[in-house]
Nanobody
Framework: QLQLVESGGGLVQAGGSLRLSCAAS????????MGWFRQAPGKERETVAA????????YYADSVKGRFTISRDNAKNTVYLQMNSLKPEDTAVYYC????????????????WGKGTLVTVSS
């Protein structure tokens, strides 16, 4: 079983930045693609970003391209989401997710996810 714990959420003004972190534990991290998805009240779940095990492949939702950057440090079993130029519509609970299949992370059909961290962007 892979445990994922997110951190770094909070309240920020529009135009500001936040960096989310997700620490993995419980079993080997090796080979897992990682990603972030978000869920806002009344909206569908949205895959925000994904990164392959080696970092050679990344995916971004159109809504965050050019503003968000996903990265990972496999030595630390951690994935990050740098969020810049935040907008009120980015307000949501952000979840870290993982799967051995990169495509599953992109599609939101992952095996593992955390409890989420709330990001609130004020206008």
């Amino acid at each position: 079983q892979l445990q994922l714990v997110e951190s770094g959420g909070g309240l920020v003004q529009a135009g500001g930045s936040l960096r989310l972190s997700c620490a993995a534990s419980g079993r080997t991290f090796t080979g897992y693609a990682m990603g972030w998805f978000r869920q806002a009240p009344g909206k569908e779940r949205e895959t925000v970003a994904a990164i392959s095990w080696g970092g050679g492949s990344t995916y971004y939702a159109d809504s965050v391209k050019g503003r968000f950057t996903i990265s990972r440090d496999n030595a630390k079993n951690t994935v990050y989401l740098q969020m810049n130029s935040l907008k009120p519509e980015d307000t949501a609970v952000y979840y870290c997710n993982a799967d051995l299949r990169y495509g599953a992370v992109v599609a939101g059909n992952m095996n593992y996810w955390g409890k989420g961290t709330l990001v609130t962007v004020s206008s």
